[in-house]
């Protein structure tokens, strides 16, 4: 099945305790991005990646990091969470095109507070 | 600055009914819009998308969507609501390899 994980679904944790969470697609796609979804907000963007060992900053990119060492795999990393973090985040992924945007596939979310 | 405004925190519609959730857009060049639906507890699923060509689109689960230049919108609709459609909503636009995002609109479809 074509899919994208993210693992945990729901995490605790307290300010500056580094955590990582993690992303993986099973559909070979090239494009993948973190979001945060806040009441009223809607989804931000935070980064993004075109291929392997390529990524860019989103429009709330301050207190996150990413890799991506590995086509399929993109990991959100808080070196030092805090509670403004506390949100949920989606990581996203699709094909890319020089002429025409793809769709986007997301992840269940991760539930993330920080306390 | 690229943008996308959904005015509508929500939506009530009564089952049976039509339906419309609005989108509109501020973009350069040219627009490339999304919907996308939010059950609870789950990722964002795709239902449609307006690229280019016909200006009404037809989507997932019976939803279309109606791309109008003029109006710089792109309004959601079903002729017919189902309460399985009750759910948070999302217009979207792309620009330079990213989605723009609108605040979302909830749906609540009643029996």
């Known amino acids: 099945e074509a899919q994208v994980t993210q693992n945990p679904r729901y995490l605790i944790t307290v300010t500056g305790k580094k955590l990582t969470v993690t992303c993986s697609q099973n559909m070979n796609h090239e494009y993948m991005s973190w979001y945060r979804q806040d009441p009223g907000l809607g989804l931000r963007q935070i980064y993004y990646?075109?291929?392997?060992?390529?990524?860019d900053k989103g429009d709330v990119p301050e207190g996150y990091k990413v890799s991506r060492k590995e086509k399929r795999n993109f990991p959100l990393i808080l070196e030092s969470p805090s509670p403004n973090q506390t949100s949920l985040y989606f990581c996203?992924?699709?094909?890319?095109?020089?002429?025409?945007?793809?769709?986007?596939?997301f992840g269940p979310g991760t539930r993330l507070t920080v306390t | 600055a690229q943008s996308v405004a959904q005015p509508e925190d929500q939506v009530n519609v009564a089952e049976g009914n039509p339906l419309t959730v609005k989108c509109t857009y501020s973009?350069?060049?040219?627009?490339?819009l999304f919907w996308y639906v939010q059950y609870p507890n789950r990722g964002l699923q795709f239902l449609l998308k307006?690229?280019?060509?016909?200006?009404l689109v037809k989507g997932s689960y019976g939803f279309e969507a109606e791309f109008n230049k003029s109006q710089t919108s792109f309004h959601l609709k079903k002729p017919s609501a189902l309460v399985s459609d009750s759910a948070l909503y999302f217009c979207a636009s792309y620009n330079t390899d990213k989605l723009i995002f609108g605040t979302g609109t909830r749906l609540q479809v009643f029996p």
């Open positions: 996203a992924s699709s094909l890319t095109g020089t002429s025409r945007p793809y769709e986007q596939y």
């Open positions: 973009v350069s060049g040219n627009p490339y």
């Open positions: 307006y690229i280019t060509g016909d200006n």
């Open positions: 990646s075109m291929n392997v060992e390529v990524t």
